[in-house]
């Protein structure tokens, strides 16, 4: 039995992760229709900086955390406004661009810090565990899901409680109906790409916390599964992308533990509902 | 250019600066001339229908109004300013509404959310985060007003779930909010019950009674020549004529066109 409440909960914790990763590709792809694979370029690149923080002032500070949500705004918005915009309309150029930048960003980092990865020092209080039921579930999952649970409740008030919301979801819906009404919808695009770095950036911290290094490659290692997500759940659904973050990390996590075969069941499982239901759990149908 | 045969009934009511004044505008694709070299004035307060046979390029000329399409050639005056190179927005800011021949609503947004998205945009403070859209504020108010307006109650329906003729009427409430000098309705009957067809023209001529100029391109005829101040009839992407109802039925050239033997 605390096996399995183990595996569930890191499920979740690692479901969180991929949600944080997948709300804001979801977001994007939603409103701008750019598949942004520049995205775990993002998290690695919030991951450092919050671990270069952290590893200079000391670990018992929430700088580190900070600045990592920073850089990954900071970083998201200056890609759409630099990169993106200047392709407005023109997908596949977007899509080559983020892919571009995605490699660039990888081979720097690995210029920087090298292509192994970090062992980093955590908080104590994050490695410790708590027990649940018999398990033992190391602190630094239960503050991935705290976190992701946050970001998605924030998210989904800013979406349907504030003006700006109401204008990403028409835009969502239909950008040359918003853009008929006057509304100028590239300050949208910034906005959404800015809240997917500040997840991202979220998402970078807490992943780094979680399996305890930092990595070149560790954003493009979970942007994969967060693809993967946001497909299930259907392109542009926060709430398609939260279910199947959870669907996808709990089915991988039990597989991979009893079975070992995490990411083969999860790329058929992708297939599956590319079959039955093109446009995913909670996505719409295309027109 | 084309040569609208028009009468001195086929002038724009009114003095001063017209709503729109399109000089000279030709559209061409390729090889393809869509709209050949229209010229056409709209006054101020003005209801101006554009009739044709299918294909005659009444939509096209829409779209370059707003912008959707780059002209080719010509001018494209909205309130006697220039605005040929102007984008989408910014000619929707200036004063330009329009609907489309598909229902332009957004399907998973509320009734009361696409009215009063509008209004928000118009009266500023669009751009606020933070700020929450509240029951008494200014653009929700708005929203309810212009909803009782056309006659639409059902404020938390989804627009998809509307029937086509309340996806209409919930259009003109969203042009309501925008407040537009000069409103393009683009077939604002297609698909609608002739059961709700009476219904919507007053709300159309309503519409037009807050001081908007108003064109209307539209199959129904009988709709149009009872709604309209002047009727442009269209024919292969040039303007044939530009009269009064009345005088549009006598045009020899006008029924031609619709005969189907213009060229004769």
Redesign the interface.
């Known amino acids: 039995m605390s096996t399995f409440i183990l595996l569930l909960i890191t499920g979740l914790g690692l479901g969180a992760l991929y949600f944080l990763v997948a709300s804001g590709l979801s977001l994007i792809y939603g409103l701008m229709g750019v598949l942004n694979f520049a995205h775990g370029s993002f998290l690695t690149l919030s991951a450092f900086a919050g671990w270069e923080v952290g590893r200079r002032i000391g670990l018992d500070t929430l700088t580190g955390f900070l600045v990592a949500i920073l850089v990954g705004a900071i970083v998201a918005a200056l890609t759409e406004f630099l990169l993106i915009r200047p392709l407005y309309e023109r997908h596949i150029e977007q899509v080559l661009v983020t892919v571009g930048l995605s490699l660039a960003t990888v081979a720097l980092f690995e210029g920087i810090w090298g292509p192994d990865p970090i062992n980093i020092q955590r908080m104590p209080w994050l490695i410790e565990t708590t027990t649940i039921a018999g398990a033992p579930v190391p602190n630094s999952v239960f503050i991935a899901i705290g976190a992701a649970v946050l970001v998605l409740i924030g998210l989904l008030v800013f979406l349907r409680k504030t003006r700006y919301g109401l204008i990403i979801r028409a835009g969502v819906e239909n950008r040359s109906m918003v853009t008929a009404l006057g509304i100028d919808v590239r300050r949208a695009f910034t906005l959404v790409f800015t809240i997917g770095g500040i997840a991202a950036g979220i998402g970078g911290v807490l992943a780094s916390n979680y399996f305890g290094y930092v990595s070149p490659l560790m954003g493009g290692s979970l942007l994969i599964f967060a693809f993967i997500v946001t497909v299930i759940g259907g392109l542009g659904s926060l709430a398609g992308a939260a279910v199947a973050s959870i669907l996808v990390a709990v089915l991988q996590q039990f597989t991979n533990y009893y079975w070992g075969y995490g990411d083969l069941i999860v790329v058929l499982l992708l297939a599956v509902v590319l079959l039955v239901r093109p446009q995913g759990l909670l996505g719409r149908k295309a027109a | 250019m084309s040569e609208a045969t028009t009468t001195s009934a086929g002038a724009p009511q009114g003095s001063g600066t017209p709503a729109i004044e399109l000089r000279d505008l030709s559209w061409q694709v390729g090889g393809a001339k869509i709209v050949r070299g229209v010229n056409l004035s709209v006054a101020d307060g003005e209801i101006v229908g554009v009739i044709g046979p299918n294909g005659a390029g009444k939509t096209s000329l829409f779209n370059l109004i707003?912008g959707?399409n780059t002209v080719t050639s010509g001018t494209v005056l909205l309130r006697g300013q220039d605005v040929t190179r102007y984008?989408?927005?910014?000619r929707?800011?200036m004063g330009l509404g329009?609907t489309f021949q598909t229902s332009?609503v957004?399907?998973?947004?509320s009734v009361l959310?696409n009215v009063?998205?509008?209004a928000?945009?118009?009266l500023g403070?669009?751009?606020?985060?933070?700020?929450?859209?509240r029951r008494d504020d200014e653009a929700t108010t708005e929203a309810y007003g212009h909803l009782a307006t056309v006659r639409l109650a059902k404020y938390r329906t989804l627009a998809g779930n509307l029937s086509h003729g309340d996806k209409r009427k919930l259009e003109i409430a969203?042009l309501l909010a925008?407040h537009p000098a000069l409103i393009l309705l683009d077939e604002p009957m297609a698909g609608v019950s002739s059961h709700d067809v009476p219904d919507l023209t007053e709300v159309i001529r309503g519409l037009h009674a807050t001081g908007s100029s108003v064109m209307i391109v539209e199959h129904h005829l009988d709709v149009v020549l009872g709604l309209v101040d002047r009727v442009a009839v269209m024919h292969h992407g040039e303007m044939i004529a530009v009269d009064t109802p009345e005088g549009i039925m006598k045009n020899e050239a006008v029924q031609s066109a619709y005969l189907g033997d213009i060229a004769s």
């Not at chain 2, 984008?87 to 910014?90: F, G, M, R, T, V």
């Not at chain 2, 957004?106 to 947004?109: A, I, K, N």
């Open positions: 707003s959707i984008p989408i927005a910014k929707s800011r329009r332009s957004f399907p998973h947004l959310e009063r998205l509008a928000q945009q118009r403070g669009n751009l606020s985060v933070l700020q929450f859209p969203v925008q």
